[in-house]
């Protein structure tokens, strides 16, 4: 599967975002899918996943109550919509896809094989 991720861009603090992360492949409905973020000078750290099925979804603490992950699988599409944004979430955000995560390793990148771009989200306060 490939993985194309967009929608990123420059926001001020207290404003809303939402990234979209667009699969190619067949098989997509059955991949669980998550969001990753990396700023500058530090490890990439994880934001959100949700299940093939989308009836599972996990947040970081940093981001539980104002990001929603969903997926439309008719769509091949995952989306991440943040709100009140601050400049803590200035980062690369990335989306990662595979179909053997289990629910435990969901925030582990190095569980993921599929990866996209990135697309860089900057907030300005």
């Known amino acids: 599967v490939q993985l194309q991720a967009s929608g990123g861009g420059l926001v001020q603090a207290g404003g809303s975002l939402r990234l979209s992360c667009a699969a190619s492949?067949?098989?997509?409905?059955?991949?669980?899918v998550a969001w990753f973020r990396q700023a500058p000078g530090k490890e990439r750290e994880f934001v959100a996943y949700?299940?093939?099925?989308?009836?599972?979804?996990g947040y970081a603490d940093s981001v539980e109550g104002r990001f929603t992950i969903s997926r439309d699988n008719s769509k091949t599409t995952v989306y991440l919509q943040m709100n009140t944004l601050n400049s803590e979430d200035t980062a690369v955000y990335y989306c990662?896809?595979?179909?053997?995560?289990?629910?435990?390793?969901?925030?582990?990148?190095?569980?993921?094989?599929?990866w996209g771009q990135g697309t860089q989200v900057t907030v300005s306060s």
């Open positions: 990662a896809a595979d179909s053997g995560v289990i629910l435990s390793s969901m925030r582990d990148p190095s569980a993921y094989d599929y």
């Open positions: 492949g067949n098989s997509f409905s059955r991949y669980h």
């Open positions: 949700i299940r093939w099925s989308g009836g599972s979804t």
